[in-house]
């Protein structure tokens, strides 16, 4: 068990809805990552925030947007599905100020996402 | 912007061989490296990372990665592999500067027959 947790597990959802991932980081985190996983684009990193504050973005599509409360905890929403939307959705945590070389991140479980 | 390339997708083994999976990736300067495992239904997890010093590092569970820097190349070995092993291994990469937001390689999926 890293200690990030995400919910919910599993979401089936169809093409033009919109959603919304939750991860909670670790005890302590201020940063949190957002990443996809789909079987034709690996690992993908979406956007990043520390303690509220959006730090850095990846390819993420106009169509999603994320945010960081106060309580730390991150979502990640992604609107207007489509069916390539259709992945695992990772977030990650780590210690460090705007990550940091020797910054490990620690992973959560997942959501994964099928847009019907 | 750096890339990271892992040549085998696929890599299928019996117990007690040896393994060796490949990891290039781009950029002129200076980078740390990673690699994580995700077993089967679970979360990325660290298997050993590298920053400065001993261009061989140890992980946990018997893995290793050597550190070439002439060949922009960080392969993860283990000598004697587990069914336990099954899992999805992936490569990282983040300059050392700037964002350090790691890049991914694509993964690659080792099945270990018992």
Redesign the interface.
């Known amino acids: 068990d890293?200690g990030?947790t995400q919910t919910p597990k599993h979401l089936i959802t169809a093409t033009g809805q919109r959603v919304t991932l939750r991860c909670s980081p670790r005890s302590g985190d201020l940063s949190v990552?957002w990443?996809q996983q789909s079987l034709d684009?690996?690992?993908?990193?979406l956007i990043?925030y520390y303690n509220g504050e959006e730090?850095?973005k990846?390819n993420i599509l106009e169509r999603f947007s994320a945010q960081q409360f106060p309580d730390l905890h991150s979502e990640l929403n992604l609107s207007s599905l489509e069916l390539g939307d259709s992945a695992l959705y990772?977030c990650?945590s780590s210690a460090s100020l705007?990550?940091?070389?020797?910054?490990?991140?620690f992973?959560?479980?997942?959501t994964r996402l099928t847009v019907l | 912007a750096q890339s990271v390339s892992q040549h085998n997708h696929h890599v299928i083994l019996s117990e007690a061989a040896s393994l060796e999976l490949g990891c290039n990736y781009s950029y002129g300067g200076t980078v740390?490296l990673?690699w994580?495992v995700q077993y089967p239904g679970?979360?990325?997890?660290?298997l050993l990372?590298y920053?400065s010093g001993d261009p061989l590092v140890k992980g946990i569970k018997g893995f290793e990665a050597e550190f070439i820097k002439s060949k922009f190349s960080f392969n993860l070995r283990k000598p004697s592999v587990q069914w336990s092993d099954t899992a999805e291994y992936?490569c990282a990469v983040?300059p050392?500067?700037g964002?350090?937001?790691?890049?991914?390689?694509?993964?690659t999926s080792l099945i270990v027959h018992p």
């Open positions: 890293s990030v990552y990443y684009q690996g690992l993908q990193f990043q730090r850095a990846g990772f990650a705007a990550g940091g070389p020797h910054n490990e991140q992973f959560g479980p997942g | 740390n990673f994580y679970q979360h990325l997890q660290l990372k920053f992936f983040n050392s500067g964002s350090y937001i790691p890049t991914f390689g694509r993964g």
